[in-house]
């Protein structure tokens, strides 16, 4: 059971380019989440899905992108990458019911130069 | 609106001291409460949780926490730190969209 998975662990852009960061999970969570985190900062919400075909914008969705078209899948995409993006990116989904809590992939860290 | 603060940045303790992380939270209804830890360059990992009823939750790794309704807190604690337990633990609530609300973090350093 790998759980939640993201790729790439480790990135450097250059001001502009664009890239998506993969997300895939295995456990049939229908609640997946799109944290950065920023040093001293805590975790911050970007964007979240309720389920596949279904997203909506959390705390800091300003230059990010994301789709849902399966339950396993969700990837965050950004468009024109600024230095203010650079952040460690952690994908995560929810476990249902009374045994809810959040599963973390391990996540990306970015650099955009 | 709901938030986690987390007065804490850095805390030192000897190993083998008493350990306490202190939590504070904003809220209108029953708060869902988490603490999670996490090591460097890892993810975020679960250490307990605060639905509703027995007030003292007992977590992973020998922590525990208490809900005080009245102060708005669930501090963590640990009786007895080990060198391992270095790490940043993070205090989040649950929000109304069924994600997590974190504090800042509070980083642990253990000293021999």
């Known amino acids: 059971n790998a759980g939640v998975t993201q790729t790439p662990k480790f990135r450097i852009l250059k001001i502009g380019q664009s890239m998506t960061l993969q997300c895939t999970q295995d456990m049939n969570h229908n609640y997946m989440y799109w944290y950065r985190q920023d040093p001293g900062m805590g975790l911050k919400l970007i964007y979240y899905?309720?389920?596949?075909?279904?997203?909506d914008k959390g705390e800091v969705p300003n230059g990010y992108n994301v789709s849902r078209s399966t339950t396993e899948d969700f990837p965050l995409r950004l468009e024109l990458a600024a230095p203010s993006q650079t952040s460690v990116y952690f994908c995560?989904?929810?476990?249902?019911?009374?045994?809810?809590?959040?599963?973390f992939g391990s996540g990306t860290q970015l650099s955009v130069l | 609106a709901q938030s986690v603060t987390q007065p804490d940045i850095h805390i030192t303790v000897s190993e083998g001291a008493s350990l306490e992380l202190r939590c504070n939270y904003s809220?209108?209804?029953?708060?869902?409460l988490f603490w999670y830890v996490q090591s460097p360059g890892q993810g975020l990992q679960l250490l307990l949780k605060?639905?509703?009823?027995?007030?003292l939750v007992q977590g992973i790794k020998g922590f525990e926490a208490e809900f005080k309704r009245s102060q708005s807190s669930f501090n963590l604690r640990k009786p007895s730190v080990h060198w391992s337990d270095a790490a940043e633990y993070f205090c989040?609530?649950?929000?109304?969209?069924?994600?997590?609300?974190f504090g800042k973090g509070t980083k642990l350093s253990v000293k021999p």
């Open positions: 899905s309720v389920g596949a075909g279904i997203t």
């Open positions: 809220y209108g209804a029953t708060p869902y």
């Open positions: 605060y639905f509703s009823g027995d007030t």
């Open positions: 989040a609530v649950g929000g109304s969209q069924g994600n997590l609300i």
């Open positions: 995560a989904s929810r476990s249902p019911g009374l045994n809810e809590k959040l599963f």
